[in-house]
């Protein structure tokens, strides 16, 4: 059972990046995954949370409007579309399952099984 999440790198304000959150070894759709994102410093802070198997979603506040998570049961991967980006943006940013998969959640202690994380970098 594995979480892969790939897709981060160096963008200038107000750019994009696409997120992808591949699983390996077991289908996600019974689960609810999570991103979460840590900047230096600081502690991991929930992103968003969607229910696979209905794609019911929760977002942070300040995520709202800007990043757009979605999934693809067929390629067993969820994606996470940021747009808009802003330096305080910059984090290494996770993608986690919650393996009781009732509902979205940003409570990082519900989650079971985390990735390596991705890097991304805001900057001009």
């Known amino acids: 059972v594995q979480l892969q999440a790939s897709g981060g790198g160096l963008v200038r304000p107000g750019g994009s990046l696409r997120l992808s959150c591949q699983a390996f070894?077991?289908?996600?759709?019974?689960?609810?995954i999570g991103w979460f994102r840590q900047a230096p410093g600081k502690e991991r802070e929930g992103v968003v949370s969607?229910?696979?198997?209905?794609?019911?979603?929760l977002y942070a506040d300040s995520m709202k409007g800007r990043f757009t998570i979605s999934r693809d049961n067929a390629k067993n991967t969820v994606y996470l579309q940021m747009n808009s980006l802003k330096p305080e943006d910059t984090a290494v940013y996770y993608c986690?399952?919650?393996?009781?998969?009732?509902?979205?959640?940003?409570?990082?202690?519900?989650?079971?099984?985390w990735g390596q994380g991705t890097q991304v970098t805001v900057s001009s």
């Open positions: 986690t399952l919650d393996l009781r998969g009732w509902d979205k959640t940003l409570d990082i202690n519900e989650y079971d099984i």
């Open positions: 969607i229910v696979i198997r209905d794609g019911g979603t």
């Open positions: 070894g077991f289908p996600l759709d019974d689960y609810v």
